[in-house]
Every structure is written in structure tokens, then in C-alpha cells.
């Protein structure tokens, strides 16, 4: 039994009822959304466990509560004795709740906000930041763009068809809510519903609940690059793939409401779709060429058979017989050529009449759609099919070309509304899809590709490649490349590395050209780097060579960038190649690790208007890939804030960015979620083309390079110079046991052997996020701002001033600000107390103390007395998590001490968990696998903490 007086307890949803502070509006539900939940859950928690450890889960709770009312450290250690005492059967059953509660606290949120969001529009109320604005809803911002800009609707228009936001989807996990947990906790808390409506969908929400809880959270094995692919690729098959057109007939009706009538051309390219899964090679030893070649094989398959389920319904709508001319023809001669393979379908397909025109022509596209979609899969099951690649679609035109047959028709024949139907809606998915679902993009290190020419280079003994200066390299590059015979032959001697390099070309030269992208060459440096790759593609045979990005990454990198891009476009062979139009890639992930968060953003800003600037003088478009990570730390935030931020011409209507894996669910788990990330990405990026933020004054950019260099030298004193940090920083965070989790199929470290310099900024930032210090976003900022005042008080005013004017800046110091909110010194110092050694104590307290000074100088910034004291809706949210959160990290540092002390013991309570009790014992239940060196129990109860923390704090890495 719990050990303190639970009669004396409120229940937890009755605490989270209390609450709500009396300045949110009545119509804000997420309490009593929150509640609901749990109110389920914990009846599910008693039913399969007992009431003793439904009790203790309450217990732990309170203690949670007490602790975030007076930060007392007490509290914590209270909560520690009470989560050591359970076995480590319990103790997985505890952890796994309260990640559970938390994933159903972000549950209730997204059904809050979608609400109150309906709401309001009902209202016609845009002004909260949950609303239509903040979000920037597409029939505001056009609204916004006419009325308040004075732009007409024509250019509106304009802008808005010829613009293209393309989304990356990158491969890292992240907890996944289930989507039926989310419509079905939607469906119940509406108005319009019957008792016995509400019975029904009450009895769904348990199952769910109880489905969810059952279900084993814990990676056992590492994913393969394909497994991240298909779990990537179901997004597109449960919500993108019907968002896309839901989302464009929403545009249309936006823009039909300025009194433009005419729909979005089909073929216009809002929307794209990359991906990196199965394609981002650097420094993943398991992307091999044969796993790309499998992910493209798999999405053509995906893709055709996401058509190919559709066609019918298209078909049973297009019934009617009046038709051009121009389509009556190509139906009468499909129809006598009778070349359809009546035996893969339903006795009611095998034959269409002649009367029913549209039917044959589409009856053609489903044979062909058929058959491409069985090569695709013959392919990637032997490698061989005996499916003619004629037979097949093999370019979109072909796709395209029998169906704008049929839409051409409907229109000249006076069916316009019938053409704008599903028609329109299927003609869009194509254009948007391909025939690939996903163009997928190549990333690989430049120094892969310097030793393949190294060893090119030495064979035809002229030399060592790499010993070249960059003039040597650049001479024989342009030159092979302006030579018609082969570089080299079979006979080229290949390590397994070069082999893999070059095998990487080769499929792109066997797959359809329509299955690729961008081809990104990380830690670029040097005009040499891109020439390398343009090479490469020619002497493999590359039929439609992918366009060469470069990525700019490190402080030095970025300021370096425009030089480099400059003495590209200077090369006349280049500049005829990419025939007016560039792509650069500048990642946000590696410069904040490199400089810290201040100096990178900033450097970011200024790298972007400088290549622009480049491009502008070469007569080059450039388009900027946006490398931005999930979290604060690695370039993450709001959509919408974040590209209003960017640089005045800097997007033009042309943006490119990672979606990140750990944010694809909160993005596109769900119909209501795919449909607000379409409208803020397209919303913004025409929002930044016609209204640009403002530029810096000279003043603001002076103070800030001033600073910046301070925030730097700051950062890397203690991160890079600090003889102990790194290993104040693995004792004091879960960095060494992030790998156990499972979570990605890429290393957490470039070398395995390396410190900081080589780990990947995902881990980095994991790390901290957990402990809730947060380092990586925080530091160095302090350090500015104390010397900008100390040097001369006004320019506190000045910092003040940026805030209030500057888009860029003020965005920069409102995510810290949030980052703050989400943080908690106090945990940070419970981990130290129990993991780190006691002559690194005083290390911790300097480094909280910072986080403390940092923290007031950005409310001065910022002109707030409390942190967010300006969001309080927000600020009620992360209130809600707070409590289970606190109980997770006490958890987490407990087990750690428990995992890596062998000489800490603690007196276990007797075991209370009803499932585990009439079963077998916990330490043959919960068996990891063979390999492992912790003891079971205690290593699932530490994963499902760092997932359960992830999942409060919306943030992995």
C-alpha cells in the first residue's frame, strides 16, 4: 500500500482542475480534456494493476505537485525513496504510466487547440495565438495581404501559384500517439452527439487507451533504414496522401472568397515531398546502395498502389458518355485493341461498353497502374521482373497525359463542375506525388568523394587528389569533365568504401530518374566539392544528373559560404550547368553545437542575405534549404514565427526544409494536423514574399557581431576548453545510454572513439533535454548580454528595442524564453547530486548559477516579469505536464544511479503490481536482449522515462 495517507489526496484530475488560472478565456477545455483522459486511464491502470499501484502512481503525483508549488528539494528526495522501493516490475509499470499520462496530456491538447481553434472561426475571432492568424490560416493571410496591403487579387494569385514549399521528411523516431485515439477523444468531447453516441465512443476511447498502454513502447532492436522509411512513408498513407487536395480546395475557396475565380492550376507546385530516409548516408554505414535502391523501389510501389486503389472510384464517377471528339477516338481504339488484363480484376471491370468513354480511358490507366505497381514489387522482392518496363508508367507526363485527356474533355462538354471533382483532386495527387510518392535526396560527406578521386587519381599515376591545392583540383576536374572519354576503367582498385561511393551512383543511374532529388555534399567547403560530384554523375552514367547542393554547417563554414558560392557561379561550365538556378543547404543542427545558439542563428541570418546577394549578382535563383532539427537547440520552433524571421528576400517563394523526424507526428499524425502544417508553410512563405520582414538597423548589427563574438568565446570556453566538461557532461546527463534506446538506424556518433567535435548534434541535444537544463540552447547568451550592458546601460535599451521591432530577434530571445519555461535547475542538481562526483559539484553549481543569470537578463530583454507571462495559454500547458514530467526525471536519475552504481542499494517494498503478481516474476517478463548489460527492469524503466520525457517536453533531439 502507499505509504502516505491517500484519502487526504485529490485525484489528479481533480488537481488539474484547479488549475486553470482565472485569465483563460471559459471556452479553453484543456483541464477537463486532460481530465477525461486520465479519468479512463487510471480506471484501465487499476483494472490491469491493483489499486495499490494505481495509488502509488497517485502518491507520486502529489509529491510531483508539491514540488512544482515551492521547489523544494525535499520533495524530490521524498519522491526518490518512494520510486527506489519498487521492484523493477513496478517500477516499469509507474514509468510506463506516467509516459503514458503525458502522451495523452499532448492527446488532449491537440483536440483542445482544434476546438477552441473551430471555435473561433466560428466567431470570427483571429486574434489569440492559437488562432487562424498566429497560425497563419490561408484565407487570413490572403485577406490580410488585400485589405491591409493594398496587393491586388491578381497578384496575390500570382505569387501564391507560382511559389513551392518543399518538406524533407528526415528519418528520426518519435513518440507516436495512436491516430484513432485522437479522432475518437475529438469525436467525444463534441456538442452534437447522442448519450448513446457518447457511450459508444467512451467504450472506443477505453480500448484505445488500454490498446496503447498494452502495447511494448521499447525498441528491442535498432531500425534498419528501410523499417524508418515505412514507418516515414504511412504518414502519406494515412493522412498526407487525402490532406494534400483537402488542402488545396481549401485554397481555392480562400482565394475564390478576394474574388478570384479560378482554382489553383493542378499542376501548380504548392506542396512537395522529400525524404532523406534511405538516402542520407553520411556517416550511417547501414544506408548502402542497395538499401536506396530498395527505399525507391518500395515508394514507387507505395505510390502506385495508392493510385491504383483510387482509379476505381474515379471510375464509378466518370460514367458519363458525352465526350470530345479528341477523346472518343483514343477510347474507341483502346476499346478494339482490347489490351487490358481483365483477370487481375472483378468480374463487373472485365468488360466496359464502348458508351462509357471516360471508363476506358481510365480502365487503360488502372492496367498500367497495375502493372507498374507488380514491377515495383517484383523488383524489390528478386531484383529481376519480367514485367516490360513499356508496360509500365515510367515518367509522370505518361501518368499525367490520359487523365488532363479526360479533364479537357469534361470542360469542353459543359462538365466543368464534374472535371473540378475528383478529377481535379486525383490530377492534383499526381502532380504533387509522382510516381515515387517522394523524390529522395543523396547525402553524402565530401571527403567520400575526394577519396574516391584520390584513388582515381593514383591509379592513372598523376598524382595524390587530396595533397592538390584547391586551383590543381578545380583545373582537372573542369577538364575531365570536359572530356568525352571514361576517367576509368573496371580495373580501378576499390576499397569497400570506394566501391560503396560508387555504387551509390550506379543506382542512380539504373533507377527512374523521378525517384531522386537534391544530391547534398555535408561539410562542403570548397567550389571542388560540387565539381567532384558533377563528375561522378558522368562517369557513371547518371542519365538526368541530380542538381549538387552544398551544406554549409560550422561558424566558420557559414561565414565562409558566400566566397565559396561566389567562386562557383564564376566558373563558366557551372554556371551554363545549373542554367540560372542554385540550391544551398545551411544547417542549423552542427552550428549551434559549434557556437552555441546565439552566434549560430545570427551567423544563419547573415550567411543567407550574403548568398543572396551572390546569386542576385550572378543572375542565379537560389533557393535555401533549411536544415532546421525538431528542437530549439537545433534550429527548431513555430512554422510560421520561424520563416517570418528569416531574411527579407531570402525565401522569394521557393522554400526547402527538413521536417524532422521526431516532429512528423505532431505534424502529420492526424487529418486536423497534416491540414495546419500545409496552411502554415504556404501560408508564411507568401506572407514573407509580399510583406518582408524588416531589415536590422546598422546599430542592431553592430551590437549584435559585438556580441555574438562574446556568446561564442563564452560557449566554447565551457564546452570545447572546460578541461572536465565533457565529463561532467556524460555523468551528468543519459548521453551514454541514448544509443540503448533504439531509436534511429545512424550511430550517435560520427567516430566512435570522438568527444563533443563528434557527436551528433541530435544526442547533444538529447541529453540535456532530458535533465531539463538545456544547455545548449542557453549558454552564451548570458555572457552577451552582460557584457552589451556593463560596456554601456543604453544599449540595454537598444537590446529592448530589437525585441520589439526586429522579427528575427525577437523570435530568437521568445524561444529561449520558452525553453526556460519547459527547464528546471532543480532537476538538473538532482542529477548531479546522485550521478556526478562530488569534485564536479562545484563545476554544476556554475553552470545553474549561469542559467539563472541568463534567464533575468533575457526577462529584462524581453520586458517580462515571469516567463511567458505573455503566452498564457502556453504557459497553462506545459503547468499540465509539469508534475508528471518531475516524476519521470526523478525516476531517470534514480535508475541511472541504481544502473550505474553497483554498490547502490536500496530496501525494496513487496511487490504490488496485480499483473505481474499473478503471472510470472518481473525479471523474466521483462528480458531485453541478450546483449544487454544492464539489468533488465531497471534499463526498460530508464527508456521508458527518456521516451516519456521526450513525449512531455514535445522534444527529443
Known sequence: MATRNLEKLASIDAQLRLLVPGKVSEDDK??????????????ILQDLHGEDLKETV????????????????????????????????????????????????????????????????????????????????????????????????QEVFD????????????????????????????????????????QELDEALQREIQAAFRTDEIRRTPPTPQDEMRAGMSYFHETIWKGVPKFLRRVDTALKNIGIDERVPYNAPLIQFSSWMGGDRDGNPRVTPEVTRDVCLLARMMAANLYYSQIEDLM?????????????VRADELHRSSKRDAKHYIEFWKTIPPNEPYRVILGDVRDKLYQTRERSRHLLAHGICDIPEEATYTNIEQFLEPLELCYRSLCACGDRPIADGTLLDFLRQVSTFGLSLVKLDIRQESDRHTDVLDAITKHLDIGSYRDWSEERRQEWLLSELASKRPLFGADLPKTEEIADVLDTFHILAELPSDCFGAYIISMATAPSDVLAVELLQRECKVRQPLRVVPLFEKLDDLEAAPAAVARLFSIDWYKNRIQGKQEVMIGYSDSGKDAGRLSAAWQLYKAQEELINVAKEYGVKLTMFHGRGGTVGRGGGPTHLAILSQPPDTIHGSLRVTVQGEVIEQSFGEEQLCFRTLQRFTAATLEHGMRPPISPKPQWRALLDEIAV??????????????????????????????????????????????IESLRAIPWIFAWTQTRFHLPVWLGFGAAFKYAIEKDIRNLKMLQEMYNEWPFFRVTIDLVEMVFAKGDPGIAALYDKLLVSEDLWSFGERLRSNYEETKTLLLQIAGHKDLLEGDLHLKQRLRLRDSYITTLNVCQAYTLKRIR???????????????????KAADELVKLNPTSEYAPGLEDTLILTMKGIAAGLQNTG
Open 30 to 43: 484543456l483541464v477537463e480534456y486532460d481530465a477525461l483522459l486520465l479519468d479512463r486511464f487510471l480506471d
Open 58 to 153: 497517485q502518491e507520486c503525483y502529489e509529491l510531483s505537485a508539491e514540488y512544482e508549488g515551492k521547489h523544494d528539494p525535499k520533495k524530490l528526495e521524498e519522491l526518490g525513496n518512494v520510486l527506489t522501493s519498487l521492484d523493477p516490475g513496478d517500477s516499469i509499470v509507474v514509468a510506463k504510466a506516467f509516459s503514458h499520462m503525458l502522451s495523452l496530456a499532448n492527446l488532449a491538447e491537440e483536440v483542445q487547440i482544434a476546438h477552441r481553434r473551430r471555435n473561433k472561426k466560428k466567431k470570427g475571432d483571429y486574434t489569440d495565438e492559437n488562432s487562424a492568424t498566429t497560425e497563419s490560416d490561408i484565407e487570413e493571410t490572403l485577406k490580410r495581404l488585400v485589405v491591409d496591403l493594398k496587393k491586388s487579387p
Open 159 to 198: 505569387a501564391l501559384k507560382n511559389q513551392t514549399v518543399d518538406l524533407v521528411f528526415t528519418a528520426h523516431p518519435t513518440q507516436s500517439v495512436r491516430r484513432s485515439l485522437l479522432q475518437k477523444h475529438g469525436s467525444y468531447i463534441a456538442k452534437d452527439i447522442t448519450p448513446d453516441d457518447k
Open 316 to 328: 464509378f464517377e466518370l460514367s458519363m458518355w458525352r465526350c470530345s471528339d479528341e477523346l472518343r
Open 710 to 755: 562574446v556568446a561564442t568565446e563564452k560557449y566554447r570556453s565551457i564546452v570545447f576548453k572546460e578541461p572536465r566538461f565533457v565529463e561532467y557532461f556524460r555523468l551528468a546527463t543519459p548521453e551514454l545510454e541514448y544509443g540503448r534506446m533504439n531509436i534511429g538506424s545512424r550511430p550517435s556518433k560520427r567516430k566512435p572513439s570522438g568527444g
Open 901 to 919: 552504481d553497483p554498490t547502490y542499494h536500496v530496501k525494496l517494498r513487496p511487490h504490488i503490481s496485480k499483473d505481474y503478481m499473478e503471472s
